[in-house]
């Protein structure tokens, strides 16, 4: 999973966000964020002395699991820096930072940040949309694990064409997670068009109520379970809600 995402230019963080509530980020003290943005700013720039060593794109973490993963833009010199755990796939994190350097851009265009005055706050806006990305990229590899685990169809168009078989029939055959109940860890309101992109996954969030489990919210919109499971795993990974057994 990505935990941590710094963005820095000439050696200076111009944000940092931990993506992952539940490991200590390793850039929460201020003046490691400083210390580390400088020392990798200066890694690249030694790659860059040596262009038969090619640039960084990955480094390993001696002393804990985590590996950082670099992407570079040369136009503007802003280095965007991503740490994940063996759980995630170097391609899948390239990818995110990736999307994430093109929105940045978009936000902020090259003139802006050639004459960026130091203030970090001027990021803030961007920060909040982070989550977002990380939904996106997260949906991909969840799908594709659950493209893996099932081999067999247990979608819900096929059963709610059969009438004769009842639901409690249906639910023993199927995997545990048709049974599992997502549940909101946080009373505060989530606008999920900010971090959910195609409709499909709004829906899904919008019927979560503490009460009705996966099955029921994909029988209730007339969706495949492995759809809105997609969903609540993303949700799981940037900290909305909690999955509980019924």
């Not at 249906?170 to 309101?189: C, M, N, W």
């Not at 489990?213 to 379970?225: G, Y």
Request: glycine letters at 4%; one cysteine or more; charged letters at 30%.
């Amino acid at each position: 999973m990505i935990q941590d995402l710094v963005i820095i230019k000439d050696g200076i963080p111009l944000l940092s966000k931990n993506l992952c509530n539940s490991q200590e980020s390793i850039f929460a003290k201020e003046e490691n964020l400083i210390l580390l943005s400088g020392f990798f700013s200066a890694l690249n720039s030694f790659s860059d002395k040596f262009e038969s060593l090619g640039s960084i794109s990955e480094l390993k973490l001696s002393n804990t699991d985590l590996k950082l993963s670099f992407l570079r833009d040369e136009e503007t010199n802003i280095i965007y820096l991503a740490t994940f755990d063996k759980a995630s796939k170097s391609l899948k994190v390239h990818r995110f930072l990736k999307n994430v350097s093109q929105n940045f851009l978009k936000k902020y265009n090259v003139n802006q940040l050639k004459r960026w005055d130091g203030r970090r706050e001027r990021f803030e806006t961007f920060e909040e949309e982070l989550d977002k990305y990380v939904i996106i990229n997260e949906q991909g590899e969840n799908q594709q694990e659950i493209d893996e685990e099932i081999n067999i169809n247990l979608d819900v168009e096929k059963y709610m064409g059969r009438e004769s078989i009842h639901e409690d029939s249906l639910l023993q055959e199927s995997p545990d997670y048709y049974k599992f109940i997502p549940t909101f860890r946080t009373a505060k309101k989530i606008f999920p068009q900010y971090y959910l992109t195609s409709e499909i996954s709004q829906k899904a969030f919008n019927e979560i109520d503490g009460k009705k489990s996966i099955f029921k919210i994909a029988r209730a919109l007339n969706l495949e379970v492995n759809k809105v499971y997609s969903t609540c795993k993303s949700l799981v990974k940037c900290g909305f809600i909690d999955l509980k057994e019924s």
